[in-house]
């Protein structure tokens, strides 16, 4: 495929087989191709087409996963030439896939809203794909039902928009529920800090080394769903309450950004944004960037930013990336695996905090 920015496809492409492996799937290979302009019809060339097809028999390929966004007819041209039971889905379809299992794998831990918005989002999806099942249906049934589909859609489409509003309905009420909630938290006037970074940077490993909180820690792509909150005491006596926030990954669908913007809310009430990077992860950089992108389109400019970056335990040269960590501002070095740095990063914090206005809303009871 082609990407939009300059995040190297190879890379994508290894993010796209941990999401599938996240998935439960088992990737047996990738490949890709530059071409001026997609194919309309196949997305890929045709050539390529042929080649994937003899992988697919070579390897008894059940699925092919496309990085980018497929128009439902590439989809249905896809299966069709792959033919059998090859099911064709792109990183949308992956996603909502993995969000559907572990929003079942971790019912009680999550969120209500964001099941809400799991379905809400796969509808959406669903909508204007729905044509495939059914002329996929009619081709079954021998074309004696022809024009049935088209009737069918319709009603489809008319349940699907209904379900749609009422999901709409239900989850506003539960933001408004969540909305309470918080005010009812920040009674007690103790600062909120939240942790924010791209997926895998290592923010549930540091909550569990700060507050010994139990949250689910893998090394999977969404390990962390669910907005979780400890607190934290410090031995001064002081203490605030940390908050782990969704991963953030490159190329998130459309239809997942303002689901997202949905949980992030909580992040534009804290009182600092601690953005937690994997400096021993090649693509450090650009991943920073993305969150700074993400950070910057929920409009929070104003919430103090603390930089950390975790896992110096994993890099070459740990020297060169503490002196440039100390020639930019801001930045803590730490290992939330082995603790280095742990005791530094909480001064920090407190640190920052002074400087802060702790929100106004903290106070109302
Ligand atoms: P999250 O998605 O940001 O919550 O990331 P996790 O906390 O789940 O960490 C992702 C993976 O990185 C896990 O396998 C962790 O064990 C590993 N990890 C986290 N922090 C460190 C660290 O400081 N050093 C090393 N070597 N690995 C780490």
Known sequence: GETSDSFAIEESLKELAQLADTAGLMVVGSTYQKLASPNPRTYIGSGKVAEIKSAIRAFEVETVIFDDELSPGQLRNLEKAFGGDVRVCDRTALILDIFNQRAATHEAALQASLRLFVALAQMEYQLPRLTKMWTHLERQAGGKVKGMGEKQIEVDK????????VLKKELESVRKHRKQYRNRRFSVPVPVVSLVGYTNAGKSTLLNQLTGANVLSEDRLFATLDPTTRRVQMKNGSEFLLTDTVGFIQKLPTTLVAAFRATLEEISESSLLVHVVDISHPLAEQQLDAVEKVLAELDVSEIPKLMVWNKVD?????EKIKLEAERRDDIVCISALTGEG???FCNAVQEKLKDSMVPVEAFVP
């Open 158 to 165: 008319r349940i699907l928009r209904t379900q749609i509003g």
């Open 314 to 318: 994993k890099v070459t040269d740990p």
């Open 342 to 344: 742990l005791l530094e």
